[in-house]
């Protein structure tokens, strides 16, 4: 399967605790996506990494959140001391930059993060 | 402040039927326009897109309508079959950014009947 895997699938961890999610593009995308859904919601963008470089953060993206993307390959997603606000999807999207496939986003099947 | 606009939250129709979804955008610097499918505990897969110099574009059973001067947009799907049955989201990406980042509309249920 060559599509954008992320892991886990599921983190269930108590109020207070970090988690830290990984995301896998698709090897030729430079571009990788974290979005953030609630339930009964679309996706809210959080940050943009083009190659290894972080572009672009949401308001969405508090203090205690943080990501990385070294050497332009895989990403990981931090949220430290967690609240139950933060109980979500967290989903992963990549894609490649120009012509002919303008901004298609390819997304992960996401990690479901619930805090107690 | 909500960008994106989609009605209605929840559609039921019967097979066979023609299940119409609308999105209406208020940025006019947004310049394409996908429609994503999403099934329970999987991520949005893409359906099809458009970009604004067209009216209308057609893939298989999926269509999509825009309409530039009512900033609105829509996804026709005929036959509609209760494979299809999910959860539908239009979204618009903006011209002026880098991060050409997609804001999403909130969501259509749809539930295709046997």
């Known amino acids: 399967d060559t599509g954008v895997s992320q892991d886990p699938r599921h983190k269930i961890t108590k109020r207070g605790q970090n988690v830290t999610f990984r995301c896998d593009p698709i090897s030729e995308h430079n571009r990788l996506y974290w979005y953030r859904q609630t339930l009964g919601q679309g996706p809210e963008f959080l940050t943009y990494?083009?190659?290894?470089?972080?572009?672009?953060k949401s308001r969405l993206l508090s203090d205690r959140f943080s990501a990385e993307r070294p050497k332009g390959s895989f990403s990981t997603l931090e949220i430290q001391r967690t609240e139950q606000g933060d109980s979500a999807m967290y989903l992963c999207?990549?894609?490649?930059?120009?012509?002919?496939?303008?901004?298609?986003?390819?997304f992960g099947p996401g990690t479901r993060l619930t805090v107690l | 402040q909500q960008q994106v606009k989609q009605s209605p939250q929840s559609l039921i129709v019967q097979k066979g039927g023609i299940s119409i979804i609308n999105c209406a955008y208020e940025?006019?610097?947004?310049?394409?326009f996908p429609w994503y499918q999403q099934f329970p505990g999987k991520g949005p897969a893409l359906l099809i897109a458009i970009r604004p110099d067209v009216s209308e574009k057609k893939e298989g059973r999926f269509t999509i309508s825009f309409n530039k001067s009512a900033k609105q947009f829509s996804l026709h799907i005929m036959d509609s079959q209760p494979g299809d049955s999910a959860t539908y989201f239009c979204a618009a990406s903006i011209a002026s950014g880098s991060a050409r980042q997609l804001t999403f509309g909130s969501g259509t249920q749809l539930t295709v009947l046997p």
């Open positions: 999207a990549s894609s490649t930059y120009g012509l002919p496939n303008y901004n298609e986003q390819f």
């Open positions: 990494f083009q190659n290894e470089a972080q572009l672009e």
């Open positions: 940025n006019t610097a947004f310049d394409y």
